[in-house]
DNA sequence: ATGACTGCAAACCGTTTGCATACTG
DNA sequence: CAGTATGCAAACGGTTTGCAGTCAT
């Protein structure tokens, strides 16, 4: 909260109770919200939100670099404060997307790196099936 | 060719003109056009060629398993026509799409299932990076 | 002959933009 | 006070859909 606060002042942009929701809600879930998710959520204790305004502030967040933007192919982008680039894990059943552990994929780009003459900026890494708790039920 | 006439055939799918240009567009590139893209390839030859029926073929295409989406994040989706799973690269300058060999991934595979529970279906791996090609030019 | 396919235009849906008003610093 | 941010509504762009006419079988 504090240090949202300071990264916006820094960077030239305002502190609005609105940036500081949407942030918040990101913050505080693991869910990997979509834009519209946030926006439901906020709506009950910010009657007079707007999709655009989350839409905007999430687009000053990923300018500022402290979220991250992830496309599973679903038809819209869902969001995540954990900046550190990570596999990702989506079921096909509950639709939930979880993450996955990073070290283990270390090996694969130094050997994308090597193979492909490319310098990886980043990837992305996504994984579809069904999680433990679907698997029960089918 | 026989091919595709075969299985559109089998699955009881006309086998029309339009469809056959569709998929042998794909079947004959390596640059992992979008369908705007096979759109402006035909235009010359099938002049009254509509983009929706681009989509529609390529709907058809990826029910029947022949070809793969990639969303590799750019606003529009891109096809293959190699329907096995395998890694791309995408070249933040130049834009290129070329494929990564897929024997790197096994391991990472075989991790992901046992760390995660889920049954792996399908993946998508995503590398973004500058090609060798504009790095020269950098 | 009949039922699926094409191609046009309109609809769709997530996202972006323009602009008048409100608010931060 | 100056200039950015909000929130509404309209625009946008890729994709999908409805439908009349056409074509494959």
Redesign the interface.
């Known amino acids: 909260m504090v240090e949202i606060t300071k990264i916006l002042k820094e960077r030239g942009f305002k502190v609005t109770p609105q940036r500081l929701a949407v942030f918040n809600v990101l913050k505080n879930t693991k869910e990997h919200p979509c834009a519209e998710t946030i926006y439901n959520k906020l709506l009950p204790m910010y009657p007079t939100m707007s999709l655009a305004t989350v839409y905007k502030s999430l687009e000053v967040f990923k300018s500022i670099g402290i979220i991250q ?1 992830l ?3 679903e038809g819209s982008s869902r969001y995540d404060a954990n900046t550190k680039q990570h ?1 990702h ?1 989506h ?2 059943s509950c639709g939930r997307v ?1 993450d ?2 990073n070290d ?2 270390y ?3 130094d ?2 790196k090597a ?18 708790d679907c ?1 029960k039920t089918h």
Chains 1, 2 share one sequence.
């Open positions: 933007e496309d599973l192919g596999p894990i079921c096909l979880e996955v552990d283990m994929i090996d694969l780009l050997n994308v193979r492909t003459g490319y310098n990886l900026i980043k990837q992305q890494l996504y994984f579809y099936g069904y999680c433990p698997q």
